[in-house]
């Protein structure tokens, strides 16, 4: 037995009291709700050292979040409006694209009719300060940059500017204005009849941009689709589902959501006022495709309206709501699981507060050669589930496509690489079209653009020996056999800096095993309304 000295039992017994006192009064130490404010309310109150309450809470939260399924997530009001913006319609800043090229804020495209353009702005201007404070050179990142000129609307920002025509510093004050986020990166006809349509995500103004893209294929006598979610992670679930309604006949499901307890809240189905229900169509997907994505593929696929080409997505079948706290700061908190037309949820699995294994998935998968052969795609029997037609289609880990498409190696050499890792197939596009703007500003079309650009060779070898003067040597055995997608990189990403990324994809297709299997799906019938079950390449386990 352990004694205390009496005046010490007094005062412990008086805390303890008053500790209990104030957990009553809070909901008790029973109450889970109320336990952990009461507990920095005891730090507030107690603690022996000053401590700033706010920025412990905001350390907590995130690790309370962790704690759930990988996608819901604390928002920390700091990083809301970031992260808003990247799905909302349009956010406040000076309208321009820019990349960090040696430690510099380099200007690669000024947005049409943006307040950058109004003042001046060039493509290829260098930011070297903003509002009189030095950022060349001091290791700014895009987070940094994108902090400095984004601000509230009709707010001025002052910039200084180097540009290659003047020896002086330029000063330009920029008014912030409204600059619009889109979705859509290219919509450009292949050949005479197919339309290709790239989305990068499902914002806010999705489902109004791809139909204005789509209608403008179609005046170009498009009539066939290739629909590229390559890479989008998702966004707003009603986008996904106002998308696949253009392509779906009256009263075909489209997606269903169940909550807790697998209560059924929501069943949409097609309206049968969709423009495209007639057009033939192919979704093109890979391992990072999600969410959004994994809808409007699941409903066209589940439907049989179209095929499914690439890789399996990534599997989340997961609904997050976000909801506003007090001090401005955000969770996302999963409130629903959604099912495709065939009664499958895609969502992969994982383990609560197993965040790091979930992240790694995809990583396991090029590991396991599932990136090259669909025969490493394992499925449970037990998910397994039928489309409308009666072709096989499994739950549980994304969407599998009809047709598998490996991921392409041909070209790869060590030498390719070596320049992709340093970052020199970047460099090399913008300081050719820095060096060339006057003669290729008057490109408006990628066919012009090709016109004015030196013959493969002589590109190619400016390339090499710009790379070699950036610290990887000319091997020209690996040269040449990477040639023809070091050419078609060269040509895209100088592209991109010229006519915008909707000529990036034009001339970066071109060698796209992905985009030309699905040319030749469209051009031999395999994608026609409705897809029967021998035209199904699922593998089967």
């Known amino acids: 037995m352990i004694w205390l000295p009496v005046a010490a039992a007094v005062m412990f017994a008086g805390g303890w009291w008053a500790g209990r006192a104030m957990m009553q009064r809070s909901g008790g130490w029973n109450s889970s709700d109320g336990k952990i404010g009461t507990l920095l309310g005891l730090i507030r109150s107690q603690y022996v050292d000053e401590v700033n309450i706010d920025s412990l809470t905001e350390e907590i939260l995130p690790e309370l979040m962790a704690k ?20 909302e319609g349009s956010f406040s800043g000076v309208g321009i694209s820019f990349s960090i090229m040696e430690d510099t804020i380099t200007v690669i495209e000024v947005l049409s009719g943006g307040p950058a353009e109004k003042v001046g702005l060039l493509a290829g201007d260098r930011i070297v300060s903003v509002n009189d404070s030095l950022v060349a050179g001091n290791g ?34 920029v008014t912030r204005g409204d600059i619009p986020v889109t979705s859509i990166d290219a919509a450009y006809m292949i050949g005479d009849s197919i339309g290709y349509v790239k989305v990068n995500k499902f914002g806010r103004n999705t489902d109004g941009e791809f139909l204005t893209a789509l209608a403008r294929l179609r005046a170009q006598n498009a009539c066939r689709y290739i ?45 049968g006022t969709g423009d495209f229900r007639a057009q033939e169509v192919v979704v093109l997907l890979d391992e990072y495709s999600a969410s959004s994505s994994e809808i409007f593929a699941g409903a066209i696929q589940d439907n049989d309206r179209g095929l499914i080409l690439g890789r399996r997505s990534f599997g989340k079948g997961l609904v997050q709501r976000q909801i506003e706290l007090p001090d401005s700061s955000a969770v996302r908190l999963t409130v629903s699981r959604y099912y495709t037309p065939s009664g499958r949820c895609i969502q992969k699995t994982y383990s609560l507060g197993d965040n790091d294994r979930y992240s790694n998935e995809i990583l396991e998968r090029f590991y396991n050669g599932e990136a090259f052969h669909a025969d490493s795609v394992s499925f449970d029997e037990k998910l397994r589930f039928s489309t409308s037609t009666g072709r096989t289609v499994y739950g549980g880990g994304g969407i599998m496509p009809d047709i598998f498409i490996p991921s392409d190696t041909t070209n790869i050499t060590s030498y390719y690489i070596n320049v992709v890792n340093a970052g020199l197939l970047n460099k090399f596009a913008f300081q050719y079209t820095d060096q060339n703007r006057m003669r290729l500003d008057g490109c408006k079309t990628v066919a012009e653009l090709l016109e004015a650009l030196p013959s493969d060779d002589r590109l190619l070898q400016q390339f090499v020996t710009f790379a070699a003067q950036n610290g990887v040597p000319a091997r020209w055995y690996y040269i040449n056999l990477s040639r023809p997608l070091l050419v078609n990189r060269l040509k895209a990403l100088i592209a991109r800096d010229v006519v915008g990324m909707g000529g990036y994809y034009d001339i970066a297709n071109r060698l796209d095993n992905t985009v030309a299997a699905a040319i030749e799906a469209l051009d031999s019938g395999k994608a026609r309304y409705p897809i029967t079950g021998s035209e199904s390449h699922l593998p089967r386990r």
């Open 227 to 271: 629909i590229d979610l390559r890479g989008n992670v998702g966004g707003y679930l009603d986008k996904a589902i106002l998308m696949a309604n253009e392509f779906l006949p009256a009263g075909r499901p489209i997606v269903m959501t169940k909550g807790r307890d697998g209560v059924v809240e929501q069943e949409v189905y097609s309206d």
């Open 140 to 173: 700014v990142t895009n987070q940094g940059v994108m902090k400095m000129l984004r601000g509230a609307k009709d707010t001025r920002v002052e910039l200084g500017i180097k540009r290659n025509t003047s020896p002086d510093l330029l000063k330009f004050s």
């Open 68 to 87: 759930l399924d990988p996608h819901s997530v604390y928002i920390s009001a700091d990083e809301l409006q970031d992260v808003n913006s990247e799905l």
